[in-house]
């Protein structure tokens, strides 16, 4: 994520000149200023919001401590486990926040919000990771669903991809959710052994190139966030470097040793990532994290460098983040502008 680089650049341009396209000339959503910032009021009334709350609610609350007590009782006792009730109220937040926005004109919410809706966010990484998708794997529609004795969330995408751009403004929250998608792509890419990726013209390819797919759309809908927090900070080297040393901090923060493959093929290629991302210089560009992700996994599998397989897998890594990445900009455009029912 390192400011200047030509590839993130030219994405950045892109962005803004596709939302001028859209509006005939209205500078896009995420370079937009305006003279009221953004208040916690609108979440705070919210009916589903304040039922599951119940007795956390209180009359005069601030929106730190609103936003403590939200994410808190959205998040429960287990983590990735959800109620009916929490799922219901984790689309009514995203649907609220995306409203706000769309009305605003701005992807921006009060900063006291921004980490405990990350948070949240966060704990709910399948489901995100999921809507992600939902251009390939099909929208689920309104209606929470049980699958394997867990609830599963059915959040509307845009409003997801909304509420990312808005929670991103704040590095350690835009850190805490790029590293909650990078651990669900290492848990679905360990769902992939050698004999799966090695059958290139068989179901197993497409299985791993999907499982690839899907990592890398999620990442680049990530990076879009972070795309257009710089554009907010270009004229501002210091912040933008700032704001990226935190997102790595909080990515990369200490955890327990790195199993061996064999033990948790998850954990260890998530731990090898974030050890080999806590190395890495801090002004490197950070574009390929599906592709680094997917370099640890093949190597764990034991493709030597420059195979043919884990090659195309890589390539597939690095053009589905590029794809995810676009969509989200050009959906949030388009649905900022009225140009889409959102």
Known sequence: MSKGTPRRRRYVLWSVLGAMTVTGGVVGYALATREEPPKCDRLMANDQVRKLLGNRYESGMG????????RAALTGKEPGRHTAEQARTMRAVVTEI??????????????????PVAGALADYAEDVYDVMNQHTLGDRGATDEVEDGRVRAALPRMAVGRTLLAVSED???HGLLFAAMAQRCAQQLATVDRKKAEAVEA???LAARAVVGFCGWA??????SADEQEARLDSDSSKLEAWNQVVVDTMTKPDRAVPPFNRSAAAHVFGTWKQDLAERPRDQDHDGHAKDLVTIWVSALGFEEGHEVANGLRREAMQSTRGGSDH???????CLNGKRTC
Do not use: N
Request: one cysteine or more; aromatic letters at 8%.
């Open 63 to 70: 929106c730190a401590e609103f936003g403590t007590e939200l």
């Open 98 to 115: 995306s409203q706000d926005v769309y009305e605003r004109g701005e992807a921006r919410i009060h900063k006291e919000l921004r980490q």
């Open 171 to 173: 590095p350690a929250a």
């Open 203 to 205: 179901d197993g390819q």
């Open 219 to 224: 990442m680049g809908w990530i990076l879009r």
């Open 328 to 334: 989200l900009s050009y959906m949030a455009a388009d």
